[in-house]
């Protein structure tokens, strides 16, 4: 990412490559509290090039609005690009609220057209050393060609007989929640995540469960992380000989 950022009073301009405003993860996984991204941030904008504004009206409150080249993570065959806005509120005590909305244009244009995305995040501070978030996303896609010349429903994957391959579906849901707790030893973290998300038309159901341990020393952060991530759809651990769809 590169930009740059100019004030004009209440209002701040920023005009280059960004990461997006979706999503409770980031990027950088020294910034989240896992290691690993979750399942919400596979299916989210890593980063956009265009503009936005930032407009701070009162203390607390702010407003976003962007324009941009499209969905960064997605392939593209067009260049119709997208945009996206943000209302957030911080100004309750230990509280944090950010409701976001992207509308992408660039998608492959031989399964969706359109495709909307809403999030809704939210931070909390229940005591000193225990953060808690939470995360509900839910993205819908108008359909250009969800269907083959043949009636049959599209498949994530092009390459024929692909075990990992699932029925495409148009709208998909999900949530996460997160707890960090700071430990009384200096520099050690703990925090668990569970998050589901659903894919209906594919009949589809996936769960992450992970647990993070997080020490800190100076510049140095040491990471110890396990996770499981199940799905009711042969995502995962598909056996070659067997591409039917396994829980």
């Not at 229940?126 to 819908?140: F, K, N, S, V």
Request: net charge negative; with cysteine.
């Amino acid at each position: 990412q590169g930009y740059i950022a100019q004030a004009f009073g209440p209002v701040t301009a920023t005009l280059g490559r960004f990461k997006t405003h979706l999503g409770f993860e980031c990027a950088d996984s020294v910034s989240d509290w896992n290691y690993t991204r979750s399942l919400h941030n596979a299916n989210v904008p890593f980063v956009h090039t265009g503009l936005k504004l930032n407009y701070a009206p009162v203390e607390g409150l702010g407003l976003m609005v962007q324009a941009d080249d499209g969905n960064s993570t997605l392939y593209k065959t067009d260049s119709r690009g997208g945009g996206g806005a943000q209302v957030s509120w911080t100004g309750t005590k230990d509280l944090a609220i950010y409701a976001n909305y992207y509308y992408d244009q660039t998608l492959a244009a031989s399964i969706v057209d359109q495709i909307h995305f809403f999030d809704l995040v939210t931070t909390y501070t229940l005591m000193d050393g225990l953060d808690l978030a939470g995360e509900y996303h839910y993205t819908t896609a108008l359909a250009s060609g969800a269907k083959d010349s043949t009636g049959a429903l599209l498949t994530t994957s092009t390459m024929p007989g692909d075990p990992m391959a699932v029925p495409y579906s148009p709208k998909s849901q999900g949530y996460a929640l997160y707890a960090n707790y700071s430990t009384p030893l200096t520099g050690l973290a703990i925090t668990p995540r569970f998050e589901a998300w659903y894919t209906p038309d594919a009949f589809e159901s996936k769960f992450d469960y992970t647990l993070t341990l997080r020490y800190t020393k100076g510049k140095v952060v040491n990471w110890l992380e396990w996770r499981t991530d199940v799905s009711t759809l042969a995502n995962f651990t598909a056996p070659p000989s067997d591409p039917g769809n396994q829980p």
